[in-house]
């Protein structure tokens, strides 16, 4: 029997009512804080994601779903979302439009990943991407917005906070950084030999425990902000503290993105185990030049949304449409003739199999209809249809001609 890819799951509908619910709450909340849905495609040269993922992050250098197209091109699977949308925008010209554009996506990623409980390698985000505000007020718009979507979906959580500096305090930053990390050098893992090269601020993030225990001493990020950063952050957390969002300081989230300055930012839960990241995001002011776009700030999050699922407080279920059963088999194309009439305005669900009145009702219950429908031979002589309000425990007989007309 062929079963699906390990780390790729099916939805089926009883699970989909959740993700639909997800993306509804979230969509809305979206759209009041004015982002528009972008769609771009699964599918983008691998030069898109080296250039903006980075290559010395764990997402490029070992996760890609990576390939050579029948047309010799160098394409993957996109492991996330911000760069295609970064592309869309420069590709589309609206960097040199100037003025804001925000935008909100969903869509599966792929992560070629080790497969456990919170961890996929086809796995769905929901993301924002906030594009020509150059304001801490943005970064802690797009943090009020995750709080507000956990919040809408009875979703507890810890924010952890950091400021990753930028181009005028980082370089100096990282200097100090790696000669910290040269002075233990025999001591770190072979990936922190890599990282100490590409990109040394990841070594922060090693989840070796040798390693954490060195890296207590390592200089902080936060020790060592420029004016403008630590304004900015200093800021920020006024912000927070004036709406009542709660965060914790975290001076090693770095995030597993080479994209980032100045905020960074991760919701975690306490309660899915040790896939803890409900979202993620922050500043990335550097991208859009990156890929070639004229410098814009730009600063988004996204959240994982099968890590949400099992979190997620579904409302209580409403009674809704019709349930319409036959009780006889003459009743059937009187039954189809009204389900078609119905589902012009409202939901209607048959039952083909000619049952007794309590048999239909009990159907009625199974799929939580409004309003149970049937045919007999008493209605097909009155040429009428019986219908019972599931809510209002009431019952009418209604001329056919008189129904849904
Ligand atoms: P990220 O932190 O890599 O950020 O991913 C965001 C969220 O996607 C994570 O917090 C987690 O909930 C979920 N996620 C990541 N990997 C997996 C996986 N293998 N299985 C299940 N869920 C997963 C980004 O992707 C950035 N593009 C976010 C962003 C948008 N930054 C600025 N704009």
Same mark, same amino acid.
């Given at each position: 029997m062929i079963q699906s890819l390990r780390g790729m799951n099916d939805i089926l509908s009883e699970e989909y009512e959740r993700f639909e619910y997800f993306l509804s709450v979230a969509s809305t909340i979206a759209k009041r804080y004015g982002f528009h849905y972008i769609e771009t495609p699964?599918? @983008? @040269? %691998?030069a898109l994601f080296k250039r903006s993922?980075? @290559?010395?992050s764990d997402i490029v250098g070992k996760e890609m779903y990576q390939f050579i197209d029948k047309g010799e091109n160098d394409v993957c699977l996109r492991p996330e979302g911000t760069a295609g949308v970064v592309r869309a925008f420069v590709q589309h010209k609206l960097d040199k439009k100037g003025g804001i554009h925000r935008f909100y996506y969903h869509g599966p990623m792929f992560r070629y990943e080790r497969p456990q409980k919170g961890r996929l390698r086809e796995f769905h985000q929901f993301g924002v991407e906030s594009f020509g505000v150059d304001s801490v007020y943005e970064d802690a718009l797009m943090i009020m917005m995750v709080a507000d979507i956990l919040k809408a979906l009875g979703i507890g959580y810890r924010l952890k906070l950091n400021s990753l500096g930028d181009q005028h305090c980082m370089p100096e930053y990282r200097k100090k950084l790696v000669t910290f990390i040269e002075s233990c050098d025999d001591a770190i893992c072979g990936d922190c030999e890599r990282r100490k090269l590409i990109?040394?601020?990841?070594?922060?993030?090693? #989840?070796n425990e040798q390693c954490q225990n060195l890296y207590t001493n390592a200089p902080k990020l936060l020790d060592n902000l420029c004016d403008g950063c630590q304004n900015d952050f200093d800021t920020l957390k006024t912000i927070l503290d004036q709406h009542n969002i709660a965060y914790e300081i975290d %001076?090693?989230?770095?995030?597993?993105?080479? !994209? !980032?300055? #100045?905020t960074a930012f991760e919701f975690v839960s &306490?309660?899915?185990?040790?896939?803890?990241?409900?979202a993620g995001g922050g500043r990335y002011d550097r991208l859009i030049e990156f890929l070639d776009g004229k410098p814009t700030p730009a600063v988004g999050f996204a959240l994982g949304i099968e890590r949400l699922m099992e979190l997620i407080i579904m409302p209580e279920p409403v009674r809704e449409g019709y349930y319409l059963g036959a009780m006889?088999?003459?009743a059937l194309i009187p039954i189809l003739l009204c389900a078609e009439k119905i589902r012009r305005s409202d939901k209607a669900v048959v039952e083909y199999e000619p049952r007794s009145l309590k048999a239909h009702l009990k159907g009625a219950d199974r799929i939580n209809a409004r309003y149970c429908a049937v045919i007999g031979e008493n209605e097909l002589t009155q040429n009428s249809i019986w219908v019972k &309000?599931?809510? @209002? #425990?009431t019952e009418s007989l209604i001329p056919l001609n008189d129904f849904f007309v």
């Open positions: 699964l599918l @983008e @040269e %691998t993922v980075g @290559e010395s990109n040394p601020i990841r070594v922060l993030d090693c #989840k %001076t090693n989230l770095v995030r597993g993105l080479d !994209y !980032y300055s #100045k &306490d309660n899915i185990g040790s896939q803890s990241a409900i006889d088999v003459a &309000d599931l809510v @209002e #425990k």
